[in-house]
Every structure is written in C-alpha cells, then in structure tokens.
C-alpha cells in the first residue's frame, strides 16, 4: 500500500502548485459567500466552494505526506536502523489509512450536500 501511494505522489507532485491555488480559490470563494462579499454575495457557491476546498485540502495533504516513504530495510542494515524504518514505515500505514477513511468520508460528504446543493439550486 505505501509503495502504491509513495508512486502516485511523486508522479503526481507536479501538480501541487495548482492544487493549492484550486484550494486557495475555494476558500476566498467560500469566505466570500459567507460574508456577502461584493461579487459572490449568492450563497450558491457555499457548497461547491466547501467541497473544492475540502477535496484540495485532502490532495494537497496526500502529495505533500507520502514523498519520502522509507523504503523496506533490508539484511544489510543495523538493528537500531530497522528498527527507526519499520515505525516511520508504521506512521506512515497509519497516515496511509486515516488518508483512506478521510477520502470515504469525504465521499459521503460529498454525495450529500451535492444532493442538497442540486435539490436547492
């Protein structure tokens, strides 16, 4: 799994500059339509705002943590060495999963309030 994901940052980090301008973006927009300002004073924006935010969030997030994942230790390296890349290699299946049920439960967000936005607008 982490080797998977480590292959997807790096081909992928290319894109983090417009991942943050999106997010960038869908935050001024969501702020915008919150606070009535001038040009977005519609609140139809909230929502596609809130999930372009939350989904440039999530990706950001995704190509800045899984760059440099350690690689498997071999026989070769010390003890105390293993030791150091098996629990980074842990952190990193941790992170690995809690960046899996974030991107389901961004899903369910997602399906929901693109249900509400669709039935309101």
Same mark, same amino acid.
């Given at each position: 799994?982490?080797?998977?994901?480590?292959?997807?940052?790096?081909?992928?980090?290319?894109?983090?500059?417009?991942? /943050?301008?999106?997010?960038?973006?869908?935050?001024? /927009?969501?702020?915008?339509?919150?606070?009535?300002?001038?040009?977005?004073?519609?609140?139809?924006?909230?929502?596609?705002?809130?999930?372009?935010?939350?989904?440039?969030?999530?990706?950001?997030?995704?190509?800045?943590?899984?760059? /440099?994942?350690?690689?498997?230790?071999?026989?070769?390296?010390?003890?105390?060495?293993?030791?150091?890349?098996?629990?980074?290699?842990?952190?990193?299946?941790?992170?690995?999963?809690?960046?899996?049920?974030?991107?389901? /439960?961004?899903?369910?967000?997602?399906?929901?309030?693109?249900?509400?936005?669709?039935?309101?607008?």
């Amino acid at each position: 799994m982490l080797n998977i994901l480590s292959t997807i940052s790096l081909k992928l980090y290319r894109l983090k500059p417009f991942v /943050a301008l999106f997010g960038l973006i869908c935050v001024i /927009a969501f702020f915008s339509s919150f606070f009535n300002v001038s040009y977005l004073n519609s609140e139809i924006l909230f929502i596609p705002s809130l999930l372009g935010g939350l989904w440039s969030a999530l990706y950001f997030v995704f190509l800045s943590a899984f760059m /440099a994942v350690p690689p498997i230790p071999g026989s070769d390296v010390k003890f105390f060495a293993k030791i150091k890349m098996r629990i980074l290699r842990g952190i990193y299946y941790l992170l690995g999963t809690i960046f899996i049920v974030l991107t389901l /439960a961004i899903i369910v967000i997602s399906f929901k309030l693109s249900g509400i936005w669709r039935a309101e607008y």
